[in-house]
């Protein structure tokens, strides 16, 4: 693979995350370096968590995952026990429909899809 992209989240505990983000969000878990595990959020985007570097930081960061179906992918992690800090509604001011949760360390998790179907398509 040459092209990826991987965004990185300090952590204060790796088995609290990798609870929340490989059992209870359903990602998989591609490599564990020790003090840094690295899940696969898309064929080319991963998100890693490490505990290497200070303590977790969360103010400021949202971490998006894009889902066709958020309502299906919703009902299916809150069956795993993952509670939202707001339910599935549709944003008209963006065009959006997403859900919000936390992860243990207090980061801000969406889930979202894009209801433009060509929103990801080049600009002209």
Same mark, same amino acid.
């Given at each position: 693979?040459? !092209? %990826? ?7 204060? !505990?790796? *088995?609290?995350?990798?609870? &929340? ?8 878990? +591609?490599? !564990?370096?020790? =003090? ?5 959020? %898309? ?9 290497? =570097?200070? $303590? =977790?930081?969360?103010?400021? +960061?949202? +971490? ?10 919703? *009902?299916? /992690? %809150? ?13 008209? @001011? &963006?065009? /959006?429909?997403? %859900?919000?949760? @936390? *992860? $243990?360390?207090?980061?801000? +998790?969406?889930?979202?899809? &894009? !209801? *433009? $179907? ?5 600009? @002209?």
């Amino acid at each position: 693979m040459h !092209d %990826a992209l991987v965004t990185f989240l300090h952590v204060s !505990d790796l *088995d609290r995350a990798d609870e &929340f983000y490989r059992v209870q969000l359903g990602l998989e878990l +591609v490599t !564990d370096q020790g =003090a840094c595990r690295i899940y696969r959020v %898309a064929p080319s985007g991963f998100l890693g968590v490490c505990s290497h =570097a200070g $303590p =977790a930081v969360p103010e400021g +960061v949202i +971490v998006t995952l894009v889902r066709d179906d958020v309502e299906g992918y919703c *009902d299916e /992690i %809150a069956e795993r026990g993952v509670e939202f800090e707001k339910p599935v509604q549709h944003n008209e @001011r &963006f065009g /959006i429909t997403h %859900a919000f949760i @936390r *992860d $243990p360390d207090g980061h801000l +998790v969406e889930v979202q899809r &894009f !209801d *433009d $179907p060509t929103w990801n398509e080049p600009m @002209r």
